[in-house]
Every structure is written in C-alpha cells, then in structure tokens.
Nanobody, 126 residues
Framework: QVQLVESGGGLVQAGGSLRLSCAAS????????MGWFRQAPGKERAFVAG????????YYEDVVKGRFTISRDNAKNTVYLQMNSLKPEDTAVYYC???????????????????WGQGTQVTVSS
C-alpha cells in the first residue's frame, strides 16, 4: 500500500502561482512513477503531468505546457507540481497518483495508476 497526501491548494488570482505537494508513505517511493490529475465540476478526471520513477522524464497535457512543472524529490518521498500563470480554467481538485507499471498506455492514462490521494482544491479567480 502507498498512501498519498496532497497539499498546497488554495485560492489564487489569475496570473498567480501555487505549488502542490504530494507526500508518499508506505512503500519505496522511488519505485513509483507519479502523475498529477485534475477534476473540475461536471468533468472527468484529466491528466495534467507525469514523471518517471527516476525523474528523468516528464510529460504534460498541452494546455499546461510552459506553465506547470512536475518534479520529485525521492529523498523526501514527495512529488511537486509548480503551477505558474494560473488561469480560471485551471480551477479543479488536483490529485496525485502512483504507479509501478504503465507500459504502452503511458502515464497519461488514469487506468495505470494504483494509488490516489484525496485531492486538493485549487481555485483561480478572474
């Protein structure tokens, strides 16, 4: 079992920044690739960013490229999502997720993740 706890959400004005953190416990964090997803009201949970277990590769949804950065610190068992130039359409509950195996589906698919956090609310006002 892996427990994931997100933090860092909140209310921010458009153009502002937030950094989300996801702290993992229970298993060897460095064995897991990690992803960030978000879910806005009435919408499906959608991929935002992913990072391989070593941190050597990262992946982003097109709408956040250049604004969001995913990173990880395996010594601290934590993955981060730095969000800059936030827009009202970024408003959602943000979830982190962990997987040890994603194969050809890649980190963009919700279905490859075994563990999920409880989510943290991000609200961007215009």
């Amino acid at each position: 079992q892996v427990q994931l706890v997100e933090s860092g959400g909140g209310l921010v004005q458009a153009g502002g920044s937030l950094r989300l953190s996801c702290a993992a416990s229970g298993r060897t964090f460095s064995n897991y690739a990690m992803g960030w997803f978000r879910q806005a009201p009435g919408k499906e949970r959608a991929f935002v960013a992913g990072i391989t277990s070593s941190g050597s590769s990262t992946y982003y949804e097109d709408v956040v490229k250049g604004r969001f950065t995913i990173s990880r610190d395996n010594a601290k068992n934590t993955v981060y999502l730095q969000m800059n130039s936030l827009k009202p359409e970024d408003t959602a509950v943000y979830y982190c997720a962990a997987t040890t195996s994603y194969g050809r589906s890649g980190l963009r698919s919700r279905n490859v993740y075994d563990y999920w956090g409880q989510g943290t609310q991000v609200t961007v006002s215009s």
